[in-house]
């Protein structure tokens, strides 16, 4: 039996227990295969702005999918919660030509609200937060829609906004980084805090790991629950804004991609399907793994197919990975026999 | 005598038509291990959960410390001291021993809205609340309590009910999952709480167990008490044959024992 310090410091067996070392592991493969076949552009700003800006985007909406699923709840309706945003924020500041800022909050207040109500129906019945955020999310398509084809008579609605607007939301850096980038690693700052270094962010594990412990333990389960649904409409609606700023107008299609996009990112990046396990750090990696793949494809003039082979593959490795990763965690104490 | 902490008078308990408990009057002092004995079935989970606040009696009184309480939920029973720790520790397995500890009570560190998880300290109070249990294995706060022993996870959950001030301790049927060497372990850290003087009420079928750290015992069947007896006045087999319901399973017992030794003998009354 040898003596264990707990001292901190890093061996390769600690490396290894790390739920993020797959998510490193993968990006670092999936980045020298796509540089090989790339070559030089790849590698330099415009193969990083093109792969950074589509990460940034859907990177932004990974980050509280993520967290919604270390608490054990999913969330499809951002697909719908983007385009009801840039739609709202399209029509306010465009089509009534209120304030810039008016538009924004007004989008931003779309998704805030669908998370309140995904939150609400999941913690009020026992309906699995699956089955109804995809109801939340066909209700919120149809009313976007609606409200689009009855106010403007048409399903798209441009908008030009003002430089400083622009210029915070909507500008390309060189003409390549998209500003969002920014914001994305803004996010992943404030969402590492929450989830690791706050103390709510225990209350997010726990809730994944056994809901009625984490209630009998005070946590107050319901309200956590609709603040992460809310925070997962916020980022959505943030991402809907965004792109009417930088693509000048809003449709009411657009956005679906972004459902099983964000899902992917979550879960190549080491999150735990079924709940209790991932970080922050997983999730930047998996989202960066998915993003050099979606764009590599096209620098390695392959048949943009494969790129969905391949994402499809490196889904199903994570989740055999996340698997084994966690047995070796659980498996620290058997070494010592 | 020191006066009960816990008391059950005539308390009922019926869902709808069903009843569950009849009449059930019991107390458990400080420093004293109450063993509930019952079959599957007998009401067992329905009083400890009565007693942790989860179900409301039909009709009866609950006292804590001689006056009436009554509990609307869990937290009300956890605030006044009531612990339950369940059968496989009611612990979250992908969590760290640190963190788990205080889920609910994180330690924070920091100033304003920007208070940070205190994860050292939370660390070594676990640790060291742990080993203080004899439980000396456990010396690193970041491993996963997934990686833990059965028998670890329960002296842990115990540990950390004591930790956060537990004055009634319920232990629902904690070495039943367990091998022989893990449940002297938990047994071992009944003892310890009972030192404490904290009120155990310990749920078990196990006869054995039972008789090892009991000072008081109570067997329920089909929702009454059968038997309220102290500690010497019944003998094993006599214990197992109310748990049974009258029925001759002692000798039944007996009758394995002698083919098959002691390891069967376990099994039968697990």
Redesign the interface.
Known sequence: ME????AKGISLGSLARRPETGSLIGFVVVYIFFAALGGKVFMSAPGWSSWLNIAAEVGIIALPVGLLMISGEFDMSVGSVIPASSMMAAILSGHYELPAIVGILGGLSVGLLVGFVNGLIVTRTTIPSLIVTIGVMFAVMGMTLGLAVMIKGSTSVSYVPDPLTKSILGQFINGMFNVSIFWWLGFVAVFFYFL????I???V??LG??RE???????PTDKLTIGLFMMSGFNAAFVGIAQVMTYQSAQVAGGQSFIFNSIMCVVIGGV?LTG??GSVVGILLGTMTFAVVNQGIYFAALDPNIGSIIIGALLLAAVLSNDSF?AL??????K?K | MNKPVLELKNVNKSFGPIDVLHNITLQVKAGEVLCLLGDNGAGKSTLIKTLAGVHKPTSGEMLMDGEPVSFAR??DA?DRGIATVHQFG??????SIG??F???????KGFGPF???DKKTA?EVA?KAVQEFGIT?I??????I????GG?RQSLAIARALHFGARVLILDEPTAALGVKQASHVLRVVMEAKKRGVAVIFITHQVTHAMAVGDHFAVLIRGALAANFMKGEKSREEITDLMAGGEALADLDAHLEDNTGQGAAAATVS
């Open positions: 003596p264990k310090t707990g690791h270094i706050s103390p962010g225990n209350w594990f726990a790991g056994d412990s984490a209630r009998n333990a005070g946590i735990l209790g396990a966690r965690a659980m498996n620290y104490a058997t010592k | 869990p937290k956890a009611g612990t979250f397995p992908l969590m963190r788990s205080f889920v609910g009570v994180e330690p924070t208070k940070v998880f660390n640790v294995r010396t690193d706060g970041d491993r996963l997934g990686g833990l022993s670890e």
